[in-house]
């Protein structure tokens, strides 16, 4: 936490070292969340670079109140948001239960034959954003639901539901996968 | 259907662990310094506007206005008390310290002495003393009494 503090003095005080290391820090994480909202690598990105610019052009002026993780995360999750906004129907439609391997026994075992990230993520795209968002920044991410509510802008409650809800439906997936 | 834990465990472990390319690092480090410096010289700090945005310099500076003013004004008493015993001491010339008004004001501070003794000090200004003058005769001469 100390250090994060004095990076975000240094930075503030124009430091590009401090910038080069918050980015080398959070670089993967963040294109991670962005790559699991966004399932587009290069759209990914794009969020990513917008908003470490965005961050290096608040330079002297930025106050950190939370984490600087939490802070960036936040900020990866809105622009991934409004890329979600301005793309159609490009989520809409992914089989990827379908290409998944159908011969485990239980659906804990169809998901842990699951071998790659990749497998989650589309499994993950079945869901609707919000819901999707929400457990990605969850458990992924570290966030709390009341960290989360504040990002998004929308009440706990809200939140916890869309959380619940986004569960549920993965489960369901899972069940239909293994029993198809 | 597995628990909720077992879902949370499941999403949790699998984790994406994307890394980022060189060329994405170039790009966006460049162009995160590039937005830096372009918002640092922006907003190179002005000794005005430290000033303006700091609290404790702006009481810093009405602090000090407030001792110089302080001080001027302490400065400006001082200098009237001196300068007034310096009026009350102002060499009269001689045809002042000698005209009626002035002679007048001298009896009234200090009787027929005190204008013997201004009449006396004109005298030894213009280094003229007549020897045997009177008072009488030196108020008829000059003011034509």
Redesign the interface.
Known sequence: MIDQRILVWRFNRGSKEALRRIYEKYKDDLLGLAVSLLRDRSLAEDVVHDVFVSFAAAAGTFHLSGTLKGYLSTCVANRARDRNRLRVGRDAGSDVAEAADSNSAGPMEYAVGCEEAGRLRDLLARLPYEQREVIVLHLHHEMRFRQIAEALGVSINTVQSRYRYGLDKLRSILNSGVTR | ??P?E???K???R???????GRP??K???D???A??D???RA?KPRPRRIILRSRAARLAVAAAAVIVVAIGLFMANQGSREQRPQMVGVVKSPAEMLTVMSLNIAYRRGGIEAVDEQSNKAFQMLGSKPAKASIQELLSELNGV
């Open positions: 259907m597995k909720a077992d879902i949370e499941f999403v949790r699998r984790k994406p662990h994307v890394k980022t994405m690092d790009r966006v480090l162009d995160s310094f937005a830096m372009q918002t640092l907003s």
